[in-house]
């Protein structure tokens, strides 16, 4: 089994290698897998034993950013450059009068 653990907007990578095993009926290996309040009754887990693990450099990692945080982002930018706009535009009728 193999798992490939990868942040694109930080540009970062985990490898895990190792053995899985699914697991049915243990509830009480489920209930502390389980969150608290979680509204479904989970029926099995899967275990992995860790065998390996590797961290990569990020050089062949491409950045990747969410949709909605680049649109907050912008959105943050633009309202930073009218703000400047407008004390610009303050300054200069202040500067003629």
């Known amino acids: 089994m193999h798992l490939f653990l990868i942040d694109y907007a930080h540009r970062q990578r985990v490898k895990i290698w190792g053995e899985a095993r699914v697991v049915e009926g243990d509830r009480s290996l489920l209930a502390r897998l389980t969150p608290e309040g979680y509204k479904a009754r ?6 992995i034993r860790v065998t390996a693990w590797d961290a990569n450099c990020p050089q062949h990692i491409p950045q990747r950013l969410e949709a ?20 610009v535009k303050q300054i200069r009728s202040a500067a003629v009068s």
């Open 42 to 47: 989970p029926e099995r887990a899967i275990v």
């Open 68 to 87: 909605d945080d680049v649109r907050d982002a912008l959105a943050e930018r633009d309202a930073r450059i009218a703000a400047l706009e407008a004390e």
